[in-house]
């Protein structure tokens, strides 16, 4: 999931660094501890706001979706 938000962060002119929120949608919150992990080991000491949210499904069968606010680099 990561590696899609990175390449479309590049794309529009930012990067993880400029993520100042994160909405996660996630269909198990069982999986919460192991998204934290990830989102520590991408994000580094750089937190952005995060909100996550459970839902019933995703589009492609999806177990989780990120939706970010960043800003661009200068």
């Known amino acids: 999931m ?3 938000l990175e390449a479309i ?3 529009a002119g930012s990067s993880l660094a400029g993520v100042v929120a994160v909405t996660v949608f996630m269909t198990d ?3 919460f501890a192991n ?3 990830v989102f520590a080991r991408r994000f580094g000491p750089h937190r952005p706001a995060r909100t996550t949210v459970q839902v ?3 589009p492609t069968g ?3 979706g990120i939706n ?5 680099q200068a």
């Open 2 to 4: 990561f590696n899609n």
């Open 9 to 11: 962060l590049m794309e």
């Open 29 to 31: 919150l069982g999986e």
């Open 35 to 37: 998204t934290n992990v």
């Open 56 to 58: 019933s499904a995703l």
């Open 62 to 64: 999806a177990g989780v």
């Open 68 to 72: 970010a606010i960043a800003r661009r």
